[in-house]
Nanobody
Framework: VQLQVSGRGLVQAGGSLTLSCAVSGRSFSGYDMGWFRQAPGKEREFVAAISWGDSSTFYQDSVKGRFAISRDNTKNTMYLQMNSLKPEDTAVYYC?????????????????WGQGTQVTVSS
């Protein structure tokens, strides 16, 4: 299974950016998905997750109301729509996948990871 992240960008504070994560190598079916990020000098942290079964979602508190995770199972692709971006959202963003049984916020539970993409928000 391969995860390809796209949507790298430099945006001003208050701006928007959409990240995509395309899954290839096997069916998207059955995979719960998540987004994580890692800022310079900090540990990787959970951002958002979406389940396979009912597409239920869960967000880190700091991004609630600003970010939206979604998936298009016909395109084997997951998205992260990021609005009202803040400088503290600056990080390398990673997508992850796994047959987890629901939304999972813990990174080590995921089986597959994308390569990461840089998001920089200027003030």
């Amino acid at each position: 299974v391969q995860l390809q992240v796209s949507g790298r960008g430099l945006v001003q504070a208050g701006g928007s950016l959409t990240l995509s994560c395309a899954v290839s190598g096997r069916s998207f079916s059955g995979y719960d998905m998540g987004w994580f990020r890692q800022a310079p000098g900090k540990e990787r942290e959970f951002v958002a997750a979406i389940s396979w079964g009912d597409s239920s979602t869960f967000y880190q508190d700091s991004v609630k109301g600003r970010f939206a995770i979604s998936r298009d199972n016909t395109k084997n692709t997951m998205y992260l729509q990021m609005n009202s971006l803040k400088p503290e959202d600056t990080a390398v963003y990673y997508c992850a996948a796994g047959a987890l049984g629901g939304v999972i916020t813990v990174g080590y539970e995921y089986d597959y990871w994308g390569q990461g993409t840089q998001v920089t928000v200027s003030s």
